[in-house]
């Protein structure tokens, strides 16, 4: 392993800034930004410094900058950037792994309600990253969300059970390099139909209870196919073109990410296993594997994964360990299951595959919001 020469852009108001580097199993060192030759001069009297650190040249390294005694960035108490890059700007306190322009706007959320499409009318929220105005050449990976309701704090009066904070955890993450900017798309579900909607077809799910005229409650126990596939048809024929027509998106199965919990997790994974043509990116939390049960007790859902060949997938697993507060399991042991099949498929922890148990967490969005930051790098790494 041999060392290169990194540029690191800076643009600050402080007079002497430096910038502090780690090395694996080096103490830590220092070198001086110097002004550019032909600096510009933003708002506010800043101007634009460079350092030309000598870095591996393989792999990640990590360094902050040294603004004035005790003020860094990134902010935080011996918090570094770690970047596989070798051109880096730091700009208005946040990280780039390219030049952007002097004023960046920050990320907004657009909201289409309806939606109209073939699974009926719903809300559409499309996050767009910080700069999308500005960088009109850059096309950004998607990263889909199920119960798109629940996704974005901007729009937690939508919520019927919280938010996830995908925007601000998002932005945090983006600003500190640790995530790509992307677009996240959180689908809206159908309602009354959501159960149906996210239920691979392979499962049955009876019909809901219903009200006589006498007022009885009955159940029709004719079981009713879920409607995943379709659903899966919708995003992809439907939303996905959309998308491409509206905004500058890669529409490349590698630049495109599927995210949910629970119901939502189960379409996930129903997606990047039957159609990993589509998605390579894949975060399944929390998810409801028993549904699928079949009449012979076997989990179908686990059983696919049993019977097919491994996919080209990247795949987040989790659970956490309780229902709600003193009961139950959030599916953990089921989970655990899928994860042990995939152990013997050839699935091992690394950069593709990633099991992760968050203990003491509930089946809630509270919880998915907890660890979204940690499925967010997995899924949309900075490269």
Known sequence: MGLIEAEVYLTTDAAHPYLEIKLDGEPARTVPFKPLIRPVTAAGGLRQFVAYPLVTDVGPWSFRACLHPGDYLPAGDNKFYTSR??????????????????????SRIVKIDPFPGT???????????????????????????????????????????GTWRADEIADRLIADGAMQECLIVGVGHGGGNRLLEYLPPYARLPEPLEAHPTGAIKRNLIPLPGLAEQTFRFYRDEVAPYLAEHFRIQSAREATAICGSSMGGLFALYVGWEHAEFVRNVAALSTSFWVTRGPAGQIEAIERLKRAEPRDI????????????GRGDDGLALTELARDVLFDKGYRPGDNFHYHRADGATHSEAAWAARLDQVFRFLMPLR
């Open 85 to 106: 890059h070798r051109q880096i700007w730091l700009q208005n306190d946040q990280f780039f792994d390219y030049k952007p322009v002097a004023r960046v706007s920050p």
């Open 119 to 161: 699974m009926g009318p719903r809300p559409l929220y499309i996050y767009l990253p910080r700069g999308y105005r500005e960088h009109k050449t850059r096309h950004y990976p998607v990263l889909y969300m199920q119960d798109g309701q629940n996704c974005f704090e901007r729009f937690a009066a939508d919520s019927y059970a």
């Open 314 to 325: 990247r795949l987040w697993l989790d659970s956490g360990t309780l229902d709600a507060p």
